[in-house]
């Protein structure tokens, strides 16, 4: 899908199905959310410019053709931006936040996985 914009020349989105869009209703309903949200090429360059902050981001990159989540990382203006493998635009909200969440928090699951060793061991 293209989305147009006129501040960063728009930005081209892949679709998981992009044989959808050419019913008049998905059209439609393609029309409804470009006007509502923001272009993802402009947001991608100022999120990329922005620095983080402890929160944790998430947002379709276009420069890296995936969804991504920033981790704040000390001494990264920045943060750290993971890819999450999910380089359809159309993902479901859940299924974005849930692979976030995956590779936000894995260093989480890892200390759990290694404590429970360390129980075991002693």
Known sequence: MRWPC??????????????????????LRCNWWVADQPCPGCETIRRRLEPSDADLAVWYDTMLGDWVVQVPCPGFRGGVLMPLGLRWFD??????????????????AFD????????RVQ
Request: charged content about 25%; hydrophobic content about 40%; aromatic content about 6%.
């Open 91 to 108: 993902v479901p909200w859940p299924e974005v936040y849930r692979a976030a969440g995956d590779v936000a928090f894995a260093d989480d």
């Open 6 to 27: 006129e501040a960063c020349q728009g930005a081209e989105l892949p679709l998981r199905d992009p044989a959808s869009l050419a019913s008049s209703h998905a059209g």
């Open 112 to 119: 759990d996985a290694l404590g429970d060793e360390q129980l």
